[in-house]
């Protein structure tokens, strides 16, 4: 591996030449990526793609004529200093966000790296030249950030709610849900049953992590996205994990209260509140009534709730 410093003007021109046509194949994926969500991102993706493509027929227009016709390959991860980049058809998905942040970081490498050789090449026409690029390579980082700022056009945005709901909202949703109301017969069984505080609360917190982490995994495993758009698994099983242990330990919390009449009355008021929280996510994400939303939850979780009442007092 070579340092910048021990590189050679014909080198210098080599690697640039090396640099644009990565970043413009990147930017094409970037753009093919964006396509179906955000075609007016996808656009602008195209082009800085084209502009990387001047950039380098003007690098390779001036080797041409410093150094001949042939151009040797030398490529990023041949020279110490720059930062190693994933492929880009290894990062699924590649949200909007994520593009942009990527793109900017890969403008600021870019322009750096001109601007560095720039300061010690003899030569004034490669001088020049690295320097026109490495303020082109800045406007392209404000472009960059400014894409993940744009207003979405209502096509955008309706796609990118529709995102949202099946990365987010829905693996959350059902990880809530479960976490508030099937832990529920466990824990008032135990609280009915022992008559302890103490223990209620090691019952409740083993059914929150027990059930938060099988309901990670069935998420994750479930679809790997490739086909659903519902984003990579391992993140859908991680909201749909967490909100489930969140959900069972909301209402397992209030029995750390040595008095037990007490932490189960705070801890049934809990459950209101999460059962609550459930019908205005669904009514405010999933488009059911507020009414329809409640009294679908609520039944679930009174019946869940008796249920364990019922077989801690067998």
Not at 243 to 270: D, E, Q, R, Y
Request: charged fraction near 20%; hydrophobic fraction near 45%.
């Amino acid at each position: 591996m070579r340092t910048f410093e021990s590189l050679t003007e014909r080198e210098i021109l080599a690697l640039a030449i090396s640099l644009e046509e990565e970043d413009g194949r990147v930017y094409e994926d970037f753009a093919a990526a964006l396509e179906a969500n955000y075609p007016e991102q996808a656009a602008k993706f195209r082009e800085m793609r084209q502009q990387e493509d001047g950039h380098r027929h003007r690098l390779l227009n001036l080797f041409r004529a410093r150094f001949g016709e042939h151009v040797p390959l030398i490529r990023r991860q041949d020279v110490r200093g720059f930062v190693n980049r994933p492929p880009v058809w290894l990062v699924r998905p590649l949200g909007l966000r994520r593009v942009q942040k990527t793109a900017e970081s890969m403008e600021v490498e870019t322009g750096r790296f001109y601007e560095a050789v720039a300061r010690r090449t003899t030569d004034a026409g490669i001088r020049q030249l690295l320097g026109d690029l490495a303020e082109e390579e800045r406007h392209h980082a404000q472009t960059a950030e400014q894409i993940s700022h744009a207003k979405l056009s209502e096509d955008e945005a309706s796609r990118a709610k529709r995102l949202f709901l099946l990365q987010v909202v829905q693996p959350g949703l059902a990880g809530l849900m479960d976490g508030s109301v099937s832990t529920l017969a466990p824990l008032f069984a135990a609280a009915f049953a022992t008559h302890s505080s103490p223990e209620t609360f090691l019952v409740g917190m083993a059914a929150a992590v027990g059930a938060g982490i099988s309901m990670g995994f069935a998420e994750a495993l479930s679809d790997d996205g490739t086909l659903t758009g519902r984003g990579h698994p391992w993140a859908r099983g991680f909201v749909c994990g967490g909100m489930t242990a969140v959900g069972g330990i909301g209402h397992t919390l209030p029995f750390l209260i040595s008095n037990l009449k007490t932490a189960t009355t705070i801890a049934v008021c809990v459950v209101l509140l999460e059962l609550a929280a459930i019908s205005w996510v669904r009514h405010r994400y999933m488009d059911a009534s507020l009414a329809s939303a409640l009294l679908q939850v609520l039944l679930g979780g009174a019946l869940v709730f008796l249920a364990g009442v019922l077989i801690g007092n067998s």
